[in-house]
């Protein structure tokens, strides 16, 4: 289930129906595949929901690819 999609705030619910390809393309430009893939590795077991913050800027943090 994907609640909000258009909103600020978007909250993936992994139901079956929605899958981790569903994260990156609410992410965009953000994640790129290969965070998916690391994010995906680290948390596919255990997460149940993934939310997601558009129009966040974290200005404490280095970014790296």
Request: proline share 3%; charged share 30%; hydrophobic share 40%.
């Amino acid at each position: 289930m994907i609640d909000g999609e258009k909103e600020i705030l978007v909250i993936l619910t992994f139901d079956g129906q929605t899958k981790w390809p569903d994260v990156l393309r609410l992410s965009q430009p953000q994640l790129d595949s290969k965070g998916l893939d690391r994010l995906q590795k680290a948390l596919e077991t255990t997460v149940k929901s993934v939310v997601i913050e558009r129009h966040y800027i974290d200005k404490d943090v280095t970014f790296w690819r």
